[in-house]
């Protein structure tokens, strides 16, 4: 069974569960000292503080790349600390125009829209690598829209820097459909496996 809803999340107060990942559970917010700014997505890492290690290590480089992520197609991140339970929390930008995942639902994109979020998308990942940053998990649940239809890549949560690495050699981390056929092999990525 789940837990109830919590009430708030630091400034935050919660309206209701956006969904459940690997890591965390998303939260729609509102700041309680700014109830008329837009709602906001709250990223809480999951069983509160008696998780930790790899998971904790994992929630932690992702709020780090996150705040190093300054580009207009990338969730961009508005606050962080530690829940009144003691797990860590960020907040980012709500995406109300839902993921790619559920527009391709709704059967294929026509081309010129095609083109757009493919370029948005190749924008977003492009400020990445150029910080050293495999994201490692893109996918149409990952590909996320604003209020404006703008592209907006999320979840960094298996992200990986070039220069460190929170994972351990051969591990498989991802979506299976959606790997490159070096990350199925546990083989050492870089750059080219976002762009598979």
């Avoid at 999340?9 to 917010?29: C, D, F, K, P, S």
């Avoid at 069983?47 to 904790?56: C, E, K, M, P, S």
């Avoid at 996320?144 to 979840?155: E, I």
Wanted: proline share 8%.
């Amino acid at each position: 069974s789940r837990a109830p809803l919590p009430a708030a999340i630091g400034a935050w107060r919660v309206l209701r569960e956006l969904g459940r990942g690997g890591m965390g559970v998303v939260y729609l917010a509102v700041r309680d000292d700014a109830p008329d700014e837009p709602p906001t997505a709250v990223k809480v890492l999951r069983d509160g503080a008696t998780v930790g290690g790899t998971l904790l290590r994992r929630f932690l480089a992702e709020r780090r790349i996150l705040a190093s992520l300054a580009h207009p197609n990338i969730a961009r991140l508005l606050d962080s600390g530690i829940a009144p339970d003691g797990a860590p929390y960020f907040a980012m930008a709500y995406c109300a125009g839902g993921s790619l995942a559920e527009r391709l639902e709704r059967g294929p994109l026509p081309v010129p829209e095609t083109m757009r979020v493919a370029g948005e998308l190749a924008a977003a990942l492009g400020a990445a690598h150029a910080l050293g940053i495999v994201h490692r998990d893109v996918k149409p649940a990952n590909v996320l829209f604003d209020r404006d239809g703008r592209v907006q890549l999320s979840d960094f949560g298996i992200a990986k820097l070039l220069d460190h690495d929170t994972t351990q050699s051969g591990q498989l981390l991802g979506t299976p459909a959606y790997l490159a056929p070096e990350q199925l092999r546990g083989h050492p990525v870089d750059h080219r496996a976002d762009l598979w």
